[in-house]
């Protein structure tokens, strides 16, 4: 009976000590699915013996956030801090981590914390974590009561250390966050389809994701062709490396590209044809989705249509793991290879705008929100 109690008074203790020490955070919310963001105080888990405190020093804005803020995808509960883009700098270790050091710069992208236990986790794809990868926001954080986890929209944040990301001292920073998920996401399929010198492919969609996709491609040495609805971006296209801009608006400019690709990369974030684009593999040909358009504006695909033009493979790719994210990273800052953003303040007014002009194609190509000025 003894026992009972000191161990029951140990649990007390444990839980009270935790709740003491949670982390008191400051961010950017929605409370409801109409655009509006507005400060929002809340507060984090404390920080364990594995993990490290981050002040957020940039945060990207991806049109995933703007899928999940606007419960495009599903039942969001709200308030909302969205952002799993994000660059700082670490503040604070838990007394296991010799990953980082107070001071160093670190990057998290969409995944805090997994089970490291699974087959996924000990092969590095964490993304596929049999127990459930927990989301850096919006996401159930079952190794800590299942609270609901918030992003980065923020001045911090708690991450277990094993799945942030190192970034080099020499990194430019204000254009470090969207590779932690842009950049891991086109990189990724990129690396899974072993595209080559020379190969003729094409990137879907010249958005965030898009432009990243274009970059890495080029710097493999592939002959790159963009597919976008925006005759703004046509310039862009030449200047980033592409050999060639289709306007998929424009009937006449889609003519004679069947059997023409052997790696495209759809990251469409609405409805579409699928078929356009697998029509237009080769033989063997690989077409990697990334795109995740809401709910209610799924593309649809009539397998029957996939015989006529058989033997060409379609797969989807969600994000990279944790190690693939790393080597991105070193890759990207060593061949200077960073996203093309406007940064804008943290203010509410300045976020709801930014989130319109991802909606209307008229940002180039990345919003990345300047954490520091948050008041
Ligand atoms: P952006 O809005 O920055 O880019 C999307 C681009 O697609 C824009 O350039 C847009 O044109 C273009 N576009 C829209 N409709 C078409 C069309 N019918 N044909 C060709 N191009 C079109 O979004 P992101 O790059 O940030 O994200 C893209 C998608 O990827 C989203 O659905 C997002 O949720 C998803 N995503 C998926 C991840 C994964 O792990 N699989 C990770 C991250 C994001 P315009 O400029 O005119 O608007
Ligand atoms: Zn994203």
Redesign the pocket.
């Known amino acids: 009976m003894n026992k009972l109690f000191t161990v029951v008074l140990i649990l007390i203790e444990m839980t009270s000590f935790a709740q003491n020490n949670r982390i008191p955070s400051k961010g950017l919310a929605m409370f409801s699915k109409e655009v509006a963001f507005k400060p929002y105080e809340f507060s984090r888990h404390a920080i364990g013996d594995n993990d490290i405190l981050i002040e957020i020093l940039y945060s990207g804005i991806?049109?995933?956030d703007?899928?999940t803020a606007k419960s495009e995808w599903g039942n969001t509960e709200y308030p909302i801090v969205p952002g799993h883009e994000i660059a700082g700098r670490v503040t604070k270790i838990g007394k296991n981590v010799t990953k980082f050091k107070v001071g160093d710069y670190a990057g998290i992208g969409?995944i805090v914390n997994s089970c490291g236990e699974c087959d996924p986790c000990k092969n590095g794809e964490e993304?596929f974590c049999e127990k459930r990868m927990v989301g850096t926001y919006a996401s159930k954080d079952q190794y800590h009561n299942n609270e609901i986890t918030q992003g980065g929209y923020a001045n911090n944040y708690v991450i277990s250390a094993n799945h942030a990301i190192k970034i080099q001292k020499n990194a430019d920073m204000k254009k470090v966050a969207p590779l932690l998920?842009?950049g891991i996401?086109t990189y990724s399929p990129i690396r899974f389809s072993k595209v080559k010198k020379g190969d003729n492919v094409a990137v879907?969609?010249?958005?965030?994701?898009?432009h990243m996709a274009v970059q890495y491609l080029v710097k493999i040495g592939a002959n790159v062709t963009i597919?976008?609805?925006?005759e703004d971006?046509r310039a862009d296209a030449q200047r980033l490396g592409a050999v060639k801009y289709i306007n998929?608006n424009n009937a006449d400019e889609l003519k004679g590209l069947n059997n023409q690709f052997s790696f495209i990369i759809s990251?469409?974030?609405?409805?579409?044809d699928p078929m356009l684009y697998v029509r237009m593999l080769k033989k063997d040909g690989e077409l990697a989705?990334?795109?995740?358009?809401a709910s209610e504006n799924r593309p649809i695909l009539n397998v029957v249509s996939l015989i006529g033009v058989s033997h060409r493979k379609i797969y989807?790719?969600?994000?990279g793991g944790i190690p693939e994210t790393q080597e991105m990273i070193d890759y990207s800052v060593a061949n200077n290879i960073y996203p093309e953003v406007e940064i804008i303040p943290a203010n509410g007014k300045a976020v709801d705008e930014a989130y319109q002009k991802?909606?209307?194609?008229?940002?180039k190509?990345?919003y990345v929100i300047d954490m520091k000025t948050l008041n």
Do not use: E, W
């Open positions: 991806c049109h995933s703007i899928h969409c993304q998920c842009a996401t879907a969609g010249f958005g965030g994701l898009g597919f976008d609805i925006n971006k998929v990251t469409i974030p609405t409805k579409y989705i990334v795109g995740v358009p989807g790719s969600m994000i991802v909606i209307d194609g008229k940002v190509f990345r």
